[in-house]
Nanobody, 122 residues
Framework: VQLVESGGGAVQAGGSLRLSCAPSVATVSSNSMPWFRQPPGKEREGVARIYTRIGVTYYATSVKGRFTISQDNAKYILYLQMNTLKPEDTAMYYC????????????????WGQGTQVTVAS
């Protein structure tokens, strides 16, 4: 089951982008949906997660107050609104899904997209 991300691009520092994760069988049946990112040459890291049935969210310290994870319940679309972007936010961003309630650790997630690139210029 493949998730599909979109919305990445190149922006100046301080700018905004909104990422989307298209619906699929995985998103409809999920209880946990996160966004991860992988900067060039670094490990994949969790950015934000939402428990889809109850709307509870969690953010990594590095993005708290700047990023917002949300969902369109009617369309089963996952979003990541990214404001006040910094060069260190440059990474490939991935959405994922799991049928259970999971923490923000990549090993818990069954379904992944292929990623969308975000590049923030200083």
């Amino acid at each position: 089951v493949q998730l599909v991300e979109s919305g990445g691009g190149a922006v100046q520092a301080g700018g905004s982008l909104r990422l989307s994760c298209a619906p699929s069988v995985a998103t409809v049946s999920s209880n946990s949906m996160p966004w991860f990112r992988q900067p060039p040459g670094k490990e994949r890291e969790g950015v934000a997660r939402i428990y889809t049935r109850i709307g509870v969210t969690y953010y990594a310290t590095s993005v708290k107050g700047r990023f917002t994870i949300s969902q369109d319940n009617a369309k089963y679309i996952l979003y990541l609104q990214m404001n006040t972007l910094k060069p260190e936010d440059t990474a490939m961003y991935y959405c994922a899904a799991a049928p259970t309630y999971c923490t923000l650790s990549a090993e818990h997630y069954n379904y992944w997209g292929q990623g969308t690139q975000v590049t923030v210029a200083s």
